[in-house]
């Protein structure tokens, strides 16, 4: 492995030209001299090692071999690359989630006209509603268009605007039984995780009711018999659905679930008019988007703020006071390319930082950054955490280079 690039630096070569100076001062000060070019040696020899670690890791990702060359600008610009991916990728899983961001605002549509609002706080809940019944027209709007697709409103619908004025339907049957999904995240991966134990292709799966109320594999699936036995040995998640079910009055056969790529679990119903009333709403972008503006300018918040903190095993933790912060966290929970993305982009962000915090010369430095040769993965010795925000209008921001061990 060799780096080009480090006769750019020059940070504080002074440091190391006076301890030379002083090591070969008289006999006086000899050993105490000795002492401390030793100890500052060993120093370097620490920082130098670390170094040396993050730009392999750093090579590694970028798909380098060691006997390559690489420049620290080359690592930036790849840095700031995979920082722009994660952020169109975590505006994307935003924008397709149930997450609201307008302070946990939702709005309810009643078969009258009636638009209203609710959020996290009744300050905002109450320029909401003054917005709302200033501008009626948005309420007829969205009426009018239900009408015109055949959809007859019967009872109040919920729905949440996202920033591109995408209004996300909250309410119906299906999405009560989604939430309750969502709530039963531990007991989903866990039916994931089993089947895909017996080696089950969980993209072409798809579950049901059986005439008896069990839950099967639908149609004739090659493992049928394999993933019905599994079902059948964890009952937990089939016994909550089957509640649900009763309660709101929906028959069985009316259900089929999904396990996608992406990780959680999906639902669908046959009889259901949710899908159509999302089709429909989901083609008012211009309504959502007046919607999503016109609150902003009445001084509600539009952003989701939360910290993003890397721990030492590489898992990223979240941290918020948005009323969706549960949400938040599920969602990098069932996307675990979220934070593998964000652990890489905090990993790389240290790289100057800690090249401009060694104290030795450029030709020293690169001398023994030749030499070095670390085995070591970078998230095995890394002990501290480090840190960077999200906000949905500002994008990411990173403070780099903190509690980074170099």
């Known amino acids: 492995m060799s780096i080009s690039g480090l006769g750019l630096y020059t940070g504080s070569s002074y440091q190391w030209q006076a301890l030379q100076s002083h090591s070969a001062s008289g006999t006086g000060g000899g050993q105490n001299s000795l002492s401390s070019l030793n100890a500052y040696n060993a120093d370097m020899t620490s920082q130098i090692a670390g170094m040396v670690e993050l730009v392999q890791y750093a090579m590694q990702a970028m798909g380098l ?4 060359r690489v420049t620290f600008s080359q690592i930036t610009k790849y840095q700031q ?16 989630s149930s997450i609201g961001d307008l302070s946990g ?5 009643a078969p009258d006209g009636t638009l209203t609002a609710a959020g996290a706080t009744e300050t905002d809940a109450a320029k909401a509603q003054g917005y709302l019944d200033e501008h009626p027209e948005l309420a007829q709007t969205l009426l009018q268009r239900l009408q015109d697709a055949g959809i007859e409103l019967t009872e109040e619908l919920t729905f949440s605007v996202s ?3 995408t209004l996300n339907l909250l309410s119906g049957s299906a999405n009560d039984l989604q939430a309750l999904l969502d709530e039963q995240a531990e007991l989903v991966n866990e039916l994931r995780a089993g089947l895909e134990g017996i080696n089950v292709n969980l993209d072409d799966l798809t579950l049901v009711f059986d005439d008896a109320g069990n839950l099967v594999a639908d149609g004739d699936h090659p493992q049928a018999y394999d993933i019905n036995s599994w079902l059948r040995q964890h009952e937990e998640l089939q016994d909550l659905l089957a509640a649900k079910l009763e309660e709101a009055g929906i028959d069985r056969a009316d259900v089929s679930l999904a396990l996608p790529a992406g990780g959680g679990m999906t639902v669908a119903l046959s009889a259901d008019d949710t899908a159509g009333i999302q089709e429909v709403l989901s083609q008012q972008s211009e309504t959502g988007k ?6 902003a300018d009445v001084g509600i918040d539009p952003d989701i703020t939360f ?28 996307n675990a390319e979220l934070s ?17 915090a060694l104290q030795i010369n450029p030709s020293a430095m690169r001398t023994r950054l030749q030499m070095e ?5 970078w998230f095995s010795s890394q002990s501290a955490s480090s840190f960077g925000t999200y906000s949905g209008s500002s994008g990411l921001s990173l403070l780099t280079g903190l509690n980074l061990n170099v």
């Open 373 to 377: 040769t670390i085995a070591t993965s």
């Open 163 to 165: 920033s591109n004025g």
């Open 81 to 96: 690359q995979l920082e722009k991916q994660f952020d169109d990728s975590l505006k994307k899983a935003l924008e397709e």
């Open 340 to 356: 593998k993305q964000y652990a890489q982009v905090q990993a790389l962000s240290g790289i100057e930082d800690a090249r401009a």
């Open 105 to 109: 605002l939702t709005f309810t549509l």
């Open 65 to 68: 071999s060691e006997d390559s």
């Open 307 to 334: 910290s993003l903190q890397v721990e030492s095993d590489g898992s990223v933790t979240i941290n918020s006071a948005h009323p969706d912060a549960d949400k938040l966290r599920q969602l990098f929970e069932n």
């Open 290 to 295: 007046a919607l999503y503006d016109g609150l």
